[in-house]
């Protein structure tokens, strides 16, 4: 028994170690990064957690907060979040409790600006891929779900708002034909609200990462039709 519990500790031990190496390596190349464009780097700033999205939802907190000018002249703020899950344990087979599990969850967001075209920004619409099994897709959906009527759509993605017309508009059959049709979209959401759309991504923040997202931000306001003229940082 002392055995066993000494090989779990420095299994512990050792997976903290290379944990933390990987962290400090990649926030190395985040700041490398950042300050070939420019852009600045702070370990981490609570202030983010204001950006409303789906992670933010969860509680989440901020690691690896960078800030700067994209290449289309528009404000950006991106960074890691990480929020906890915890799942209640099955029963084992004595019928008493197996215990309660938990996992961190951890999404690259990456959070830019529109130009509002309604009095007050845009009312909140936000598409994220649906993960659970198809064929219960119409049960437990959101209050604020809509549902497009293409099936193809309906059955991958949660299109959630509190205006439907608005939805409607902002994410017509062109939009959703191209969702349906771009793999980026199957592992990426976005929330447009106000005059800023952010979008997030299951996985860490890396150099490679934060470009693809800005180019899918840039393509996503021009689908959207909430390109307009480009703003000053």
Do not use: K, N
């Amino acid at each position: 028994m002392a055995l066993s519990v000494v090989i779990a500790l420095v299994v512990i031990v050792a997976l903290g170690l290379v944990g933390f190496l990987r962290r400090r390596r990649r926030a190395r190349e985040l700041l490398d990064w950042a300050m070939r464009e420019g852009w600045t780097f702070v370990g981490s700033d609570p202030s983010v957690r204001a950006i409303g999205c789906g992670p933010a939802e969860h509680g989440a907190t901020e690691r690896h907060v960078l800030r700067g000018t994209a290449r289309d002249g528009r404000p950006v703020t991106a960074f890691e979040s990480r929020y906890t899950v915890r799942r209640s344990g099955t029963p084992d087979a004595d019928g008493g409790g197996g215990g309660d599990t938990t996992s961190t969850v951890v999404h690259a967001v990456v959070a830019t600006a529109v130009s509002p075209s309604v009095p007050g920004g845009h009312p909140m619409v936000q598409v994220s891929p649906y993960r659970g099994v198809r064929f219960l897709r119409g049960l437990g959906r959101d209050r604020r779900a809509v549902v497009t009527g293409r099936r193809d759509f309906d059955d991958r993605f949660d299109l959630l708002t509190e205006h439907p017309g608005w939805a409607a508009v902002t994410v017509g059959s062109d939009v959703v034909a191209w969702l349906v049709s771009d793999p980026r979209m199957r592992s990426t959401s976005f929330r447009l609200h106000g005059d800023g759309i952010v979008l997030w991504r299951r996985g860490d923040l890396t150099p490679p990462t934060l470009e693809s997202m800005l180019d899918l931000a840039s393509e996503l306001r021009t689908r959207l039709g909430q390109d307009g003229a480009r703003l000053a940082a």
